[in-house]
């Protein structure tokens, strides 16, 4: 899936279940996130945003209530392009 494509599905909230879990790490990567992992959970931080996001894979999908908590931090600090 294009990253532009998951970007725009974040952030409508519309499809959440239908994301692809390799595909969200890069997206918030692509958007200035560094990522580490401990053992499952691939923990994001990025410069200036308090939150820490921590997710977690279904088989090869995101989990939706983790993509929500995504989307309201995205939200919240105003980042909704990949020119970010």
Known sequence: ?????V????LTGEAVANIPFTDLCKLLEKLGFE???RGSHHIFTRKNIVEII???A???KAKPYQIRQIRRVLLKYGIR???Q
């Open 58 to 60: 279904i088989g090869a």
């Open 81 to 83: 392009g990949l020119a």
């Open 7 to 10: 970007l725009e599905i974040l």
């Open 1 to 5: 899936m294009r990253l532009g494509k």
């Open 35 to 37: 990522q580490r992992i």
């Open 54 to 56: 921590n997710i977690q």
